[in-house]
């Protein structure tokens, strides 16, 4: 146990944990637009995977990480508009039709890569970026500012989200049409456009966080999210509706996925364990999620299509 | 200001609004009254366009227009108050006036300015209120406050205010009437829906009363009207706005309540120790605001919810932990203030709901299957009795009205001659002619020597009714007064949580 305490393990396991954290933040920052406005969008993990491959396969063929960063964004705007346009437009149950995108994306992202790949070849990643100054800072520097440019911007969208949801009239909007969509609707805000941002946000994150834990690991490969949608999902719920709690979240996540791999590549946890002790994150997740979500109130108008009466 | 001109709007199988003229002029309180369905509600969504009429033209100054969403009568100085409110909750007060207008510095929102101007509009209509506060804290008096200065922030020169008072305590409803003296003095109309016709008689310059979608009267001269002329005018007959009745003969208690306590839906303590003593042959008048405990306390007479302290005593047997069966049993009926959520079965049939009750009822079976001539002949006879209108006994009932509905529930408690009976706003939405029967029918339940509980927030309701008259507030009794002693006054500043000064 003590070789895991020695100083170059802690910080490799602490940066990892933050790299791991990236997708999973991402995926929750767009979902928690949506859930603010009363869209619970449970297709996350296909969109994730569909962005994942779109992102894969562009650096695959074109190898240029950022040119599959955009694919990804392309293909979580065109996830997105469809999701507003089945629960918005269409007013349809949010729970079953989240699950429809999921099994699309789980499905056609597996095809795909069948049929345009087939073996899995390892890509490039993103460059790492250590950030002048800050970077050399002992310890602190190497867990924190020695990441690639995603990174950086992942977190740097917390502090915008907040700002935006709390102090633009679009987030006053937002959170609006997510408590009272009537009264939102009385005073002439369109309910449906402002659903319809809100998801295409959700979607554009979905889509990026794929694309980045592609790049990011690397390789694609069935199922590469391993559910982290859903994860994203249920942080959304943890972090109580607010960017900071999300992110919160997403670091507990990350960090315990991150000391569970230290571990196992130590050998501190036997071979024959390490199934088990990959459903730690989850578990854990859950459970904190159990213990903290309860305290708060989620937004009244969540998974309610609005119709106006007439 | 406002001018509608042969408005017909028609619904599947409805004549909701038939050649209706109405107008508004500025500075002057223009109420609209009716019964239920008589097409109030209606012909202001109209106007507010949430509804296009089938017929007819809208004038605002003189000039036809044609409004098609509530932004369009926004934008013509239009503005309303909903019964149900349009508030978001969660949101301060100045996001909730904000929310849908242009900010002066977008994309970022302008609160702070929209503060300064709600404090401004707030002086000069006596209409205080926090700025600042989250609207889930506010009282439903200052909840209303809010969304009248949302009109008036978006400059409303003709306010529709529909029912504001139901949820009003009367000093509430006087503070209301004062601000909207201010608003016609500065030149604004106000079109006022309501069915309390004191209140109507007190602040209208002119009324218009409409039945079955037509204009049946219009009264320019106010001050010759009377509650009586306008009802009969609502109705199409004359009608008893107090039961006859004749001195209440009490005698022996026959419920008696020690030191109650019951808790809320929320866990918080809704009943704090209330003690009451209903005698046979007499009605209780319970006074209040709604949210007092008032829910409470009868679900706990009636057996729907166990007191957390105290008993209940019916003809000396105690019923505080009996279940909603042996309450029945000892003779305990009541009836619930949320008709369709607990006194009918929407999708049921009328004699279903007649019979939601006493189905155990030996009287209804044979050889251990219900006996349907039996069934008939009990419900065909409450019908009747009760002038219930009913298609038939197989008519679902929520195709009912609401006044029939009620008649229904209250024949099926009545029928089963009850020892205590518990009434909960029993003509809240109760069209004037069914309100009538109804008191009339508690009256005779109490000659009959019934021990009877009437809660209303409908102050003259409990007027008419009661024998005595308690006075509810945060879950306690403010003090208890004969009917012969009571005043208005003194009962709404009670009802506010006001002690009763010196008697």
């Not at chain 1, 006053?172 to 456009?193: K, L, Q, T, Y």
């Not at chain 1, 578990?283 to 305290?295: E, H, K, Q, S, Y």
């Not at chain 2, 404090?119 to 969304?147: I, T, Y």
Request: hydrophobic content about 45%; glycine content about 10%.
């Amino acid at each position: 146990m003590s070789q895991f305490f020695s100083q170059a393990i802690l910080i490799a396991a602490v940066a990892g944990g933050i790299r791991l954290a990236v997708p999973l933040l991402l995926a929750a920052l767009g979902e928690t637009y949506g859930q603010r406005s009363g869209v619970l969008n449970l297709g996350v993990d296909g969109v994730m995977l569909l962005g994942a491959f779109g992102g894969y396969f562009t650096v695959l063929e074109l190898g240029n990480v950022w040119l599959g960063l955009v694919v990804g964004v392309g293909i979580g705007a065109i996830l997105g508009l469809a999701t507003a346009f089945i629960s918005v437009t269409l007013g349809a149950e949010q729970g079953i039709s989240g699950i429809g995108v999921y099994l699309f994306g789980l499905g056609m992202s597996d095809l795909l890569f069948q049929k345009l790949v087939g073996t899995p070849l390892p890509i490039e990643s993103f460059p790492k970026v250590p950030l002048p100054g800050l970077s050399s800072i002992p310890v602190v520097g190497e867990m924190l500012f020695q990441h690639s440019l995603v990174v950086y911007a992942a977190f740097l969208l917390v502090p915008i989200s907040t700002f935006v949801i709390n102090r633009t009239t679009f987030g006053m909007n937002i959170r609006a049409v997510g408590e009272n969509p009537e009264a939102a609707d009385s005073v002439g805000i369109s309910v449906a456009r402002v659903r319809y941002a809100t998801v295409l946000i959700g979607g554009i994150l979905a889509g990026v966080a794929g694309a980045a834990l592609a790049i990011d690991l690397g390789i694609f490969q069935q199922n590469l999210t391993n559910a982290q949608g859903f994860i994203a999902v249920a942080l959304v719920y943890f972090g109580a509706w607010r960017p900071l709690g999300v992110m919160g979240g997403a670091l507990l996540y990350g960090m315990v996925n991150s000391i569970v791999l230290q571990l196992k590549t130590l050998g501190i946890i036997p071979r024959s364990w390490s199934d088990i002790a990959a459903m730690a994150p989850a578990v854990i997740t859950i459970l904190a999620l159990v213990l903290v979500a309860r305290r708060f109130r989620q937004p009244a108008a969540l998974a309610k299509p609005f119709v106006r009466e007439t | 200001m406002l001018e509608l001109r042969g408005i017909v709007k028609r619904f599947p199988g409805v004549l909701a609004n038939d050649r209706v003229d109405f107008s508004v002029r500025p500075g002057e309180v223009h109420t609209l009254l009716g019964e239920n369905g008589a097409g109030k509600s209606t012909l202001m969504k109209i106007v507010y366009g949430l509804y296009r009429p089938d017929d007819g033209d809208v004038l605002v100054d003189g000039r036809p227009v044609e409004i098609h969403r509530p932004t369009d009568a926004i934008a013509l100085g239009i503005g309303m108050v909903h019964q149900h409110f349009m508030l978001v909750d969660t949101l301060t007060v100045a996001e909730n006036v904000a929310m849908g207008m242009r900010s002066s510095r977008r994309p970022l929102t302008d609160l702070d300015v929209v503060a300064d101007r709600i404090e401004e509009l707030g002086e000069r209509f006596g209409l205080p209120v926090d700025p600042h506060a989250v609207v889930w804290q506010l009282s439903v008096g200052q909840r209303q406050r809010v969304e009248i200065l949302k009109a008036l922030y978006r400059e409303a020169r003709l306010l529709i205010l529909d029912e504001p008072t139901a949820v009003l305590t009367p000093q509430e409803a006087d503070q209301l009437f004062d601000t909207l003296r201010a608003m016609t003095a500065d030149g604004r109309g106000i079109i006022f829906i309501s069915h309390k016709l004191r209140e109507v008689l007190a602040l209208s310059d002119r009324i218009t009363v409409l039945r079955h979608g037509r204009v049946v009267g219009e009264v320019d001269d106010v001050g010759a009207a009377t509650r009586e002329s306008l009802a009969e005018m609502m109705v199409g007959r004359q009608v008893k706005l107090a039961p006859d009745k004749d001195q209440a003969r009490p005698g022996e208690p026959r419920l008696r309540i020690r030191g109650l306590r019951v808790q809320g839906d929320r866990g918080v303590e809704a009943v704090c120790g209330v003690d009451l003593d209903v005698c046979s042959g007499e009605i209780l008048g319970i006074a209040g605001v709604s949210g007092n405990g008032q829910r409470e306390l009868a679900e706990a007479v009636a057996g729907l919810r166990r007191p957390s302290g105290g008993t209940v005593t019916v003809d000396g047997v105690e019923l505080s932990t009996a279940s909603p069966a042996d309450t029945h049993a000892a003779g305990v009926r009541y009836i619930s203030e949320s008709r369709m959520r607990e006194g009918a079965i929407g999708a049921f049939t009328v004699a279903e709901n007649l019979l939601l009750v006493d189905h155990g009822d030996r009287r209804f079976h044979r050889r251990g299957l219900f006996d349907d001539r039996a069934i008939e002949e009990h419900c065909r006879h409450l019908v009747d009795q009760y002038q219930v209108k009913t298609p038939a006994l197989d008519t679902p009932v929520e195709s009912l009205s609401g006044g029939n509905i009620q008649k229904l529930i209250v024949a099926r408690e009545l029928s089963a001659r009850p020892n205590v009976l518990v009434a909960s706003q029993p003509t809240r939405g109760v069209d004037i002619g069914a309100a009538e029967y109804i008191h009339a029918q508690l009256v005779a339940e109490r000659d009959r020597g019934t021990a009877v509980v009437v809660i209303s927030e409908d102050l003259d309701e409990v007027l008419a009714l009661a024998d005595r008259i308690a006075v509810i507030y945060e879950g306690r009794i403010v003090d208890i007064v004969e009917r012969t002693d009571a005043n208005r006054e003194t009962l709404g500043l009670m009802m506010a949580g006001g002690h009763p000064t010196s008697r």
